[in-house]
């Protein structure tokens, strides 16, 4: 294993942030998706109206379905906050992968 001065400044700066990220954030692997969907009750506007009431969805991969969790409208902007760290953290991989891959051409 290196020690972390071996790395390039620039590979250094991408491991700390996404080391600051993992453990200071939640973060979830998923999308957020609008709906529109009907409630059910025979006088609500929506029963009348074909658009519905609006709300969030996390879109995620649980094995090899695709799973539709519903987000209370309190919490949709953590949530938010979840799946944007989960985006950083997965450019900051893809970033350290690269520099591994420039690595391991450099012999």
Request: net charge positive.
């Amino acid at each position: 294993m290196r020690h972390k001065g071996q790395y390039p400044a620039e590979e250094r700066q991408i491991r700390s942030q996404l080391a600051q990220i993992v453990s200071q954030k939640r973060f979830i692997r998923a999308g957020l998706v609008k709906m529109r969907r009907k409630c059910g009750k025979k006088n609500c506007w929506c029963a009348k109206d074909n658009k519905g009431h609006e709300s969030y969805y996390l879109s995620m991969r649980v094995g090899r379905k695709r799973k539709m969790i519903y987000v209370p409208p309190r919490m949709e902007k953590e949530v938010w906050q979840w799946v944007k760290s989960y985006k950083e953290i997965s450019k900051a991989i893809d970033q350290v992968s690269g520099h591994s891959l420039k690595h391991l051409k450099e012999g």
